[in-house]
């Protein structure tokens, strides 16, 4: 009866040095897995979140830039046009298109 149970004892502490082993295997293959795939995303020239965040702020502040720019546009046009109605701008000089390029 006792060399049964030598037997089954020896067979679980094989069972379970084999387990340990396994585990420590697939940590080990978790962890190189992890950091290849670190390597892998790195090459690829993804950016960072902050570096998202700074650019995303730069075009909203670019956006309402831009907005500002159109309505003052937009003001100096109806000024000029406001000056045709009336008759107030003045017509250039003869001989002068206003395309002329001076550099040319």
Do not use: H, Y
């Given at each position: 009866m006792q060399s049964q149970n030598r037997f089954f004892e020896d067979f679980v502490?094989?069972?379970n040095g084999a387990a340990g082993t396994v585990?420590?295997?697939t940590r080990e293959a978790?962890?190189?897995m992890r950091e290849?795939?670190?390597e892998w995303v790195a090459g690829m020239d993804?950016?960072?979140r902050d570096e998202f965040e700074a650019v995303k702020a730069m075009a909203a502040t670019a956006r309402e830039e831009v907005k500002e720019l159109q309505?003052?546009?937009a003001a100096i046009e109806g000024g000029k046009n406001r000056k045709a109605a009336t008759g107030?701008?003045?017509s250039p000089p003869a001989g002068v298109t206003g395309l002329e390029n001076p550099e040319e």
């Amino acid at each position: 009866m006792q060399s049964q149970n030598r037997f089954f004892e020896d067979f679980v502490k094989i069972m379970n040095g084999a387990a340990g082993t396994v585990a420590g295997m697939t940590r080990e293959a978790q962890d190189g897995m992890r950091e290849r795939m670190k390597e892998w995303v790195a090459g690829m020239d993804f950016v960072s979140r902050d570096e998202f965040e700074a650019v995303k702020a730069m075009a909203a502040t670019a956006r309402e830039e831009v907005k500002e720019l159109q309505a003052r546009l937009a003001a100096i046009e109806g000024g000029k046009n406001r000056k045709a109605a009336t008759g107030e701008v003045k017509s250039p000089p003869a001989g002068v298109t206003g395309l002329e390029n001076p550099e040319e």
